[in-house]
């Protein structure tokens, strides 16, 4: 029981966090290299790549905590 509330208010948490960090990190130099070839769609692609990129992060930290999630024998 301990474990899984470790998992689900601490891990989980932690690596969405991380994930969308390092991430946002590594896009956020080629996204204003981006932008002027959206033309007209411009003002919607930073706050598009910010929400893909924290889908992102929700899912992978799912199927990570999922894995390391205790199964009663």
Known sequence: MLAKAV?????????????FTVTS?????????????????A???GPAVAVATFLAAVRISFG????I???GA
Do not use: D, E, T, Y
């Open 69 to 71: 999630w205790p199964v």
């Open 43 to 45: 003002h919607l692609v």
């Open 25 to 41: 990190l590594v896009l956020g130099p080629v996204l204003p290299s981006l932008l002027p070839l959206a033309g007209g769609w």
């Open 7 to 19: 998992i689900a208010l601490g891990a989980f948490p932690v690596l969405v966090h991380a994930i």
């Open 64 to 67: 990570v905590c999922r894995r």
